[in-house]
């Protein structure tokens, strides 16, 4: 069983930053593919962020600069670098894991920049 726990939202204000940590159990974390999701209210769950197995990395136009994916495989652990924040950025942020056949979800956390 695969089980992710994010960690590291809260609040703070527009230009400032956050470093979102995933925690992912299970043995298969480094054959999945991982990204970080956000779901802001009224929205549609929309792709942040993903990095390979290999650490090739892919964002959204709208991060592009400002956010950061990373993994350690050793450690079982992907972040996600969240700098010079806007309001717009404000939601429940996801993890998710990726192997052939499955998909796994973290339970969010929430991100609130205020201006």
């Known amino acids: 069983q695969v089980q992710l726990v994010e960690s590291g939202g809260g609040l703070v204000q527009a230009g400032g930053s956050l470093r979102l940590s995933c925690a992912v159990s299970g043995s298969r974390f480094s054959f999945a593919l991982m990204g970080w999701y956000r779901q802001a209210p009224g929205k549609q769950r929309e792709l942040v962020a993903r990095?390979?197995?290999?650490?090739?990395?892919n964002y959204a136009d709208s991060v592009k600069g400002r956010f950061t994916i990373s993994r350690d495989n050793a450690k079982n652990t992907v972040w996600l670098q969240m700098n010079s924040l806007k309001p717009e950025d404000t939601a429940v942020y996801y993890c998710?894991?990726?192997?052939?056949?499955?998909?796994?979800w973290g339970q969010g956390t929430q991100v609130t920049v205020s201006s």
């Open positions: 990095i390979t197995t290999i650490g090739t990395t």
């Open positions: 998710a894991a990726s192997v052939p056949g499955q998909s796994y």
